[in-house]
């Protein structure tokens, strides 16, 4: 009897994280729909051809970011210092100069593998060191920059000359859509897969959900942390690869903000700041929301000050609903 006891709680309260994550997945796709019908109803220009290609290329470089953050969120931590690798890797695309057939070789593995050793380093620090990660991404973030202005001289990086298979990666289209956009919706199809329906997904989600127990029935905690965090690496290189083509003027500090808004797209596609829940695809949802907000406020040519303003208040909005319904399963 006390197993039937146990098995109807079981039941019931796995019943109730389903639905809680039901209706998280319907929240996004609704508060989405009610953006697109709301902004196009109060500015003619939004639902321009231009206006939406341009959301999407930008949503290309946070959605990037936001893909690896998924994966480091999920799996129990944190990470602050992503957008300074993506400067870092875009800047280091530029410097190679993809002009010449050697170059282009160059700013397409390079920048690829600083992502990976970025990660690499930060995922040992806080997958096997077991520190901090707020405060050690927090390091990370400010080494990474101060390389970045070594690398630079402080100075603007300009690409004058563009063209060929690099200008096509953020400039290129396939009919009406940027190559950007396809290759970013082959990349969410993969990661969306990858925490789904793999062993590795699996191991992220337990390590997240609880560590210990994780550890004590055979996962490799630390590895799987570490994998993570060069996940994230390897998206913030592709991001800054893009970012590269499709800027080709760079300024040193231009990549740290990616950090906030790619974090800002996870917590409003639901995933859990504890770990252990997320979905990759309502990640990508979160990043359109974001970027659909600032670009109203552009279009009504609202003060930049007032945009930081909101992005802020968008993330503690998000962080505050995350909490309380966490607080209502629990």
Request: with cysteine.
């Amino acid at each position: 009897m006390a197993d039937s006891i146990s098995t109807g709680v079981k039941s019931r309260f796995l019943g109730r994280i389903g639905m809680g994550r039901n209706l998280v997945n319907f929240s996004i796709w609704f508060f989405l729909a009610l953006m697109i019908i709301l902004t196009g109803f109060l500015s003619k220009e939004f639902l321009t051809t231009t206006n939406i290609m341009n959301i999407l290329r930008e949503a290309v470089i946070v959605s990037v970011i936001a893909i690896g953050m998924s994966f480091v969120i999920i799996a129990g931590e944190f990470d602050l210092s992503s957008g300074a690798v993506l400067g870092l890797c875009a800047i280091v695309a530029v410097k190679m100069d993809p002009s010449t057939p050697a170059g282009l070789a160059l700013s397409l593995t390079v920048p690829l593998a600083v992502g990976v050793l970025c990660g690499l380093f930060t995922g040992f620090l806080v997958g096997y060191l077991k520190m901090n990660a707020f405060i050690t991404t927090l390091g990370v973030q400010y080494l990474i920059y101060g390389i970045t202005l070594l690398y630079t001289g402080g100075n603007h990086v300009y690409m004058k000359d563009i063209s060929g298979i690099f200008y096509k990666i953020g400039n290129g289209y396939l009919g009406i859509l940027p190559l950007s956009v396809i290759g970013l919706a082959g990349l969410l199809i993969l990661a969306q897969w990858v925490l789904s329906y793999t062993n590795f997904g699996q191991y992220v989600k337990t390590s997240g959900t609880n560590a210990r127990a994780a550890a004590l029935s055979g996962v490799r905690v630390e590895k799987t942390k570490t994998i993570a965090f060069v996940i994230l690496g390897l998206c913030a290189s592709l991001g800054g690869i893009v970012l590269a083509s499709w800027i080709r003027r760079l300024e040193p500090s231009f990549g740290l903000r990616y950090s906030f808004e790619g974090i800002t797209a996870v917590v409003l596609g639901g995933t859990s700041l504890l770990g252990g829940r997320g979905n990759i695809v309502n990640s990508f949802i979160g990043a359109l929301l974001m970027l659909m907000v600032v670009n109203v406020m552009i279009l009504f040519n609202i003060s930049y000050n007032y945009q930081l303003l909101v992005r802020g208040l968008i993330l503690i909005v998000a962080v505050t609903v995350e909490v309380i319904g966490r607080r209502r399963n629990g």
